[in-house]
């Protein structure tokens, strides 16, 4: 089956709860009829950026971000709580667009939204943003490489696309 289809399936399971390995993440998919390896499921990790965290006195597990779980589709953002959606209400409403600058994301906004943006930002805790300075109209989002500057970019327009949608 294709890698998509499988890396569905890995969100699906972790969306249902954590996973502590990633044997446990192989059994779970070839009880669903795909043929996997180790590897190829720590490759599909990396891929979908998902690590292992640790959580209050347990072990560390695979979890998903729980505001990845609102993206998925438009269904799932419907079923997101008031507070996420309205803080998603502001992102969209004061973005305008977005560079990417080495490792620095520049976003710029409505005048007057950035810090609001920037609220709505921090509030999503993703792993990518090192910290952020928040102006008039204008957002610096510190990245730790290019590479994760751009995945953040790619990150804020798919929200911003799917909450338009």
């Known amino acids: 089956?294709?890698?998509?289809?499988?890396?569905?399936?890995?969100?699906?399971?972790l969306s249902s709860g954590p996973a502590q390995t990633q044997e446990e993440i192989v059994l779970y998919l070839q009880n669903e009829g795909f043929s996997v390896t180790q590897a190829t499921v720590s490759r599909d990790l990396q891929k979908l950026n998902l690590?292992?965290?640790?959580e209050k006195g347990k072990k560390s597990v695979y979890k998903l971000d729980e505001s990845r779980l609102y993206y998925e589709n438009t269904e799932d953002f419907k079923k997101m709580p008031?507070?996420?959606?309205r803080l998603l209400r502001v992102l969209t409403e004061g973005f305008s667009h977005a560079d990417v600058a080495q490792n620095i994301l520049v976003i710029k906004t409505a005048p007057g939204m950035a810090?609001?943006?920037a609220a709505a930002l921090d509030s999503l805790h993703y792993k990518e943003i090192v910290g952020s300075i928040a102006g008039d109209d204008t957002i610096f989002c510190v990245?730790?490489?290019?590479?994760?500057?751009i995945l953040l970019q790619k990150r804020i327009q798919d929200i911003i696309?799917?909450?338009?949608?």
């Open 1 to 13: 089956m294709k890698e998509n289809a499988r890396q569905k399936k890995i969100l699906e399971l």
């Open 82 to 85: 008031d507070s996420m959606r």
């Open 161 to 165: 696309k799917t909450a338009m949608a």
């Open 143 to 149: 990245a730790k490489t290019n590479e994760e500057a």
């Open 115 to 117: 810090m609001a943006v």
């Open 51 to 54: 690590n292992k965290v640790s």
